[in-house]
């Protein structure tokens, strides 16, 4: 396991987590009195036209303040089940999370108003966050040019539907890194942003740390993995597979996918 630069204090504990989604297959007969009969006999209480996908196999770690930990692994390997579990977002179908402080979750999916102004949607996500109104004004235009969506004109005026992928993740992000987290995790938000951002997000995380946060960051970017990590996690088939210091899993991870 890597060192922690905070007194070995967890922030966070997973302990033989797994989760399970139930998807609906369309077939289960629904409203009829027999498949009422077979889903409270059927055992695990699933009825027939539900199919489990077992999402994340007992995982385990313990992480601390001031790491920042990456997890990677191949699409579909349990990654961002795992964040939303951290972040009390699914629950454990066995095992338990446990926290230290409150998780925040970003994603690049992460819920923002898209009819509303990149200004509105700044003053929102940051009141979401905890942050008063006078918080939110003093950081605003450093939120803005963070972002760097006003680079190429009055962006942050215009309603978010207007934005590329990108300018949306970059601004969420902004919004989330402007304030300190006990434990922030962020889903391949720096894989959206030009080289000029991923350093700034780079750096702000290194804070982030030094204010005894601890970083969970997903992404199928080695280079980003290994310029802000010094941990990562390794998934697959929602087993972990390694847990390490980033240069050993990096390359072993590597390795194996060619």
Known sequence: ???????????????????????????????????????????????????????????????????????????????????????????????????????????????LMNDLT??????????????????????????????????????ISLPMRTYSSGMAARLRFSIAASKDHDVLMIDEALATGDRKFQVRSEARIRELRKKAGTVFLVSHNNNSIRDTCDRVLWLERGELLMDGPTAEVVAAYEKATG
């Open 118 to 155: 990149g200004e509105r949607n700044v003053v929102l996500g940051g009141l979401a966050m905890g942050m008063s109104r006078e918080q939110i004004r003093e950081r605003y235009q450093d939120i803005v040019e963070f972002s760097g969506i006003n680079e190429k004109g009055d962006f």
């Open 1 to 111: 396991m890597a060192e922690n630069n905070q007194g070995h204090i967890p922030t966070v504990i997973a302990d033989d987590v797994h989760i399970v989604y139930r998807v609906n297959t369309g077939s289960s007969g629904k409203g009829s009195a027999t498949a009422a009969l077979s889903k409270i006999v059927r055992r695990g209480g699933d009825s027939p036209g539900v199919r489990r996908v077992h999402a994340v196999r007992g995982v385990s770690f313990t992480a601390y303040r001031g790491e920042a930990i990456g997890v990677i692994g191949s699409n579909g390997s349990g990654k961002s089940t795992l964040l939303r579990a951290i972040a009390g977002l699914l629950p454990c179908e066995s095992g338990k999370v446990y926290t230290d402080g409150q998780p925040s979750l970003l994603g690049v999916n992460a819920a």
